[in-house]
């Protein structure tokens, strides 16, 4: 990415169109829009067979920011996730964009709706050992919520949008209020495991079917809007009872570091039977069907045997 490149929302990519990056030339096919954000658009394209996802960034300042995160992220990283950042010519005018790992993947909320409650716990779990991952590198996730986070196949877990990551003991600066420790009057925004634990207990309370109250208690005004409520929240939830104290613990700020958070996940899954894979319902609806067709089958030739003999 170069200096002096003009941003705007404005500029389209359309399906079809090839953006050709100035410096690398590397080219790539516009499939589709996958999201829409504050920061810009990311689409899936395509480059000789592989697919990608490019970020088309509004701000250049941003979006160089973010690259240089995935930079440093990928130097421990046993697989890149940036594969490319360049500069396109679009009617005369330049404009940022990189491009990277596409994440094949649904929102924890989809994934769930599709494959059952079961999976929240191993998401949950999945998702805990990211961010720690992360922490271990020094950074803080910043901006966590649901829409940035992907789940494919056995509830494996990919943080997507590394646009409010952040060097531990910084202040941290993009983030959305739901998820914000600041905004909860539960401690500062400065970026620590802990700040990351109460946006994971925040994501954990919108997955267990809580998300309404959950808004409407947002809503309150500020001296209503505390940790303690947020902790009678989580008492009243069901689903988050097997993990109702971690939960507890990530709201409080009790953790020393991420570490600790991931052990006394795993620990509450095997205590409470919660531990291993759940079984996805497509399966349990194939093995139904299974079942009802060798009946059927069954039933079909005794009633052969009967009337021939
Ligand atoms: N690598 C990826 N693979 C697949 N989908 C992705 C990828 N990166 C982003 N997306 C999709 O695009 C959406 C928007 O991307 P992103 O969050 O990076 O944009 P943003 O402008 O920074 O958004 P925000 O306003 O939430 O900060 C994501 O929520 C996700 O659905």
């Not at 590198?137 to 910043?142: I, K, S």
């Not at 309150?220 to 009872?241: V, Y």
């Amino acid at each position: 990415m170069g200096f002096g490149v003009t941003t705007s929302s404005k500029a389209v990519l359309t399906e079809g169109l090839v953006v050709t990056g100035k410096w690398n030339k590397r080219s790539y096919r516009i499939e589709r829009l996958l999201g829409e954000g504050a920061n810009g658009k990311v689409f899936l394209v395509q480059s000789g067979k592989q697919s990608y996802a490019l970020k088309f960034g509004f701000d250049a300042l941003d979006l160089q920011m973010e690259v240089n995160v995935l930079r440093e992220l990928d130097k421990k990283s046993p697989s890149p996730f940036l594969r490319d950042a360049d500069d396109v010519e679009l009617n005369g005018s330049v404009y940022p964009f990189y491009v990277m790992t596409y994440v094949r993947g649904a929102t924890p909320e989809h994934y769930i709706r599709k494959n059952g409650s079961d999976w929240f716990f191993l998401i949950g779990l999945n998702l805990l050992r990211k961010l720690h991952a992360l922490h271990r590198q020094g950074y803080v996730f910043g901006d966590l919520k649901t829409d940035n986070v992907l789940v494919s196949g056995y509830g494996e877990v990919e943080l997507v949008d590394y646009g409010g990551v952040t060097a531990k003991g910084r202040s941290v600066k993009q983030f959305t209020e739901l998820y914000d420790r600041g905004y909860w009057n539960a401690g500062e925004r400065r970026a620590d495991d802990g700040y990351d634990l109460f946006g994971f207990a925040i994501v954990c309370l919108q997955l267990s079917g809580m998300g309404k109250k959950l808004q409407e208690l947002a809503k309150t005004l500020p001296q209503n809007r505390g940790p303690d409520e947020l902790l009678k929240l989580i008492g009243e939830s069901p689903s988050c009872r097997a993990v109702a104290d971690v939960l507890k613990k990530a709201i409080a700020g009790r953790y020393a570091d991420s570490a600790e958070a991931v052990a006394e996940w795993k620990r509450a899954m095997e205590k409470h039977g919660a531990a291993g894979y759940p079984r996805p319902v497509v399966s349990a609806l194939w093995i139904k069907t299974a079942f009802v067709a060798s009946i059927g089958l069954f039933a079909s030739t005794l009633y052969l045997y009967l009337i021939k003999g």
